[in-house]
């Protein structure tokens, strides 16, 4: 199927077609997988089209909350985790946090949307010097999407997304209070060779200039700037995709490694697309859910100085685990949108962050929202190690 795009949304039609799958230039041993034939569309002009139909795509900014090292899902009530993370969203944030509605347990959001007191945490990325220190890599605001101008002037944080197909299609179920998820594994250091290819559901892309230039596909889907590992060559900006799982088991809240009470489709992982949504899910997981997908940029330019880099001309990013690959970036999620607000937007056929009847705030007021790192260790400026005292592998 193919999308009509709107020039004034996207600024250039995509009239040729996509590139073929094929090595990744930015990874070598890192070849993406064929792409689905109608994905012929870009991220940004896609939605709108089909927005009169009843799908939606929430895409909106949280200000930063806290840096600090601590995991309430991986490591719950651990004053100190083994890593360091960046957090967004509800001030309910804890070392430890029950399977309660933590909307009811939230005074503020750093999200534009007020209502939207759920906590979303990543690793960070850091720069290792030639002489083995490390510095934090910071994030900067997303791209201008949609007139959405909070997006493009948070301090830190991130972007995040919630598909679905809306009316017309199966029905998607927003999550329930206490539920939370996780996706990815802290542990890997290389490529898996088993279980599923999640090249569409976690990915790095490399800009190839200054403001943006190569963000011309959907996330997780251009061979030419997106790749599973960390980028190999130097980049205007890197900006980390990780995408959840969209069928549930329709009862559990959590399971222990926060992953079982979630699958994908039948098809198996589907990139990010409102179409990939309305997938048929295993009977064991029947409920479909949003689509939630994050997005970090990542400053990388200040490191771009080649004197700054290894002689031997090997990338020098490291997330906050110590990998150096990449492959082990992931996501933490606890769902903590205020009463049916999230249902009722998954309903509406919204687009963006301006959802009709849904409660957006300034970005003044999100700034305001902020919690006290639980761990005092220095993070910032250059450090003989990682936070925790891990070191580059």
């Not at 007139?147 to 809306?166: I, R």
């Not at 999620?333 to 205020?338: A, C, D, P, R």
Request: glycine share 8%; charged share 20%.
């Amino acid at each position: 199927m193919k999308l009509l795009l709107s020039l004034s949304l996207l600024g250039v039609v995509l009239s040729n077609p996509l590139p073929q799958p094929g090595p990744n230039p930015n990874d070598p041993n890192d070849p993406f997988p064929p792409l689905p034939p109608d994905l012929t569309f870009d991220d940004i002009g896609e939605f709108p089209t089909f927005n009169g139909t009843g799908a939606t795509m929430l895409r909106f900014g949280c200000h930063q909350l806290v840096i600090d090292r601590i995991d309430p899902l991986v490591n719950p009530r651990a004053i100190p985790s083994p890593h360091q993370h960046q957090i967004v969203g509800g001030d309910a944030f804890d070392a430890y946090m029950p399977l309660k509605d933590i909307a009811k347990r939230s005074s503020c959001t750093g999200c534009s949307y007020s209502d939207d007191f759920s906590n979303y945490w990543t690793s960070n990325l850091y720069f290792r010097a030639r002489n083995g220190s490390y510095k934090r890599v910071k994030q900067i605001p997303n791209n201008l999407q949609f007139n959405d101008t909070f997006t493009t002037q948070t301090e830190g944080g991130l972007t995040a997304y919630y598909v679905s197909p809306g009316q017309g299609a199966e029905g998607v179920k927003a999550f329930k209070p206490g539920f939370r998820m996780f996706f990815g594994d802290a542990t890997l250091r290389a490529r898996p060779t088993t279980g599923f290819n999640l090249s569409r559901q976690t990915c790095f892309r490399c800009y190839t200039g200054p403001n943006f230039e190569g963000d011309n596909l959907p996330p997780c889907q251009d061979p030419l700037v997106d790749s599973w590992g960390m980028p190999q060559k130097k980049c205007f900006g890197i900006r980390s995709n990780i995408l959840f799982p969209t069928c549930w088991d329709g009862v559990t809240l959590d399971t222990a490694d926060h992953k079982s009470h979630v699958a994908y489709p039948l098809e198996g992982p589907q990139p990010f697309s409102a179409f990939r949504t309305a997938l048929a899910c295993p009977s064991s997981h029947p409920v479909k859910i949003p689509q939630v997908m994050l997005e970090i940029v990542w400053d990388t330019t200040p490191f771009n100085d080649p004197d700054l880099w290894p002689t031997d001309g090997s990338q020098p990013f490291v997330l906050s685990t110590g990998d150096r690959s990449g492959y082990s970036q992931h996501a933490d999620y606890v769902f903590g949108w205020k009463g049916q607000e999230l249902q009722k937007a998954m309903n509406a056929g919204c687009a963006a962050a301006n959802c009709p009847g849904i409660k957006v705030q300034s970005l003044k007021k999100a700034k305001k929202c902020k919690v006290k790192p639980l761990v005092k260790e220095k993070s910032e400026g250059w450090l003989s190690a990682l936070p925790g005292g891990i070191q580059a592998q």
